[in-house]
């Protein structure tokens, strides 16, 4: 039974709280992610320190494995629902993964950022979102698994015979409410059909990760390569 401060259960008041951790991740009632984003810079701020302090000793290869492994795996981890978050996570997040690429390059801070993000093949957030979710959509497309996300997505099948039948995209689901653009129903849609055609009709699941990770590299780092 609800009281003013909890739930009643067989005597004991459960606290209602206005966040919930679930499998690492925070989520708040308003689903904005900023409790989770909060603690997930919290935590790479902490290992970053760590990793500058013996960043000397270590040599280059050294120092990007330590970074993938303790730090740029905080980042990957469950970034598939960052979809739609604020653009000012997002940035947070991204400061965080330029400062990583400055501590493993031991660069100045006159050194851009985005040219060692470059120069150490790594993919900026947003384009680390989108691969997420597209390697996701890839494999519940082929295998059919998880169940739980094979009845949302479906292939786009016009009424009558247009170029675009062939282009391997998937059908628009409409959105009933602001939120639902955050669910996946809408978001593997809008990711998916954004793809160029090149990585949507790879055959096998490690042609489809290269083809991908070059296309959001080239699309992440096109002013780099104009200006070089």
Not at 60 to 72: L, P
Not at 160 to 176: E, F, G, I
Request: one cysteine or more.
């Amino acid at each position: 039974m609800p009281t003013a401060c909890g739930l009643n259960i067989t005597g004991a008041v459960v606290p209602f709280h206005d966040t919930v951790k679930l499998l690492g991740v925070t989520l708040d009632f308003s689903r904005t992610m900023d409790r989770h984003v909060a603690g997930v810079l919290s935590s790479c701020k902490y290992h970053m320190r760590a990793l500058r302090h013996i960043r000397p000793l270590l040599t280059h290869d050294a120092a990007k494995m330590i970074a993938h492994s303790v730090v740029s795996s905080r980042l990957n981890y469950t970034n598939a629902l960052l979809y739609g978050t604020t653009t000012t996570n997002l940035n947070k997040l991204q400061v965080a993964q330029n400062t990583l690429a400055s501590v493993v390059c031991q660069a100045p801070r006159s050194v851009s950022t985005t040219e060692l993000g470059r120069k150490l093949h790594w993919l900026p957030i947003r384009q680390r979102i989108t691969y997420k979710i597209a390697v996701i959509i890839y494999k519940t497309r082929t295998t059919g698994t998880p169940a739980y996300h094979s009845h949302l997505i479906r292939d786009y099948q016009p009424e009558r015979t247009l170029r675009s039948a062939d282009k391997l995209l998937l059908s628009v689901a409409p959105m009933a409410l602001s939120l639902s653009a955050k669910a996946f129903s809408v978001s593997a849609f809008s990711v998916w059909n954004s793809l160029s055609h090149n990585s949507r009709s790879a055959e096998l699941f490690s042609t489809f990760k290269r083809k991908l990770k070059t296309d959001l590299f080239d699309t992440a780092y096109s002013d780099c390569k104009h200006s070089a």
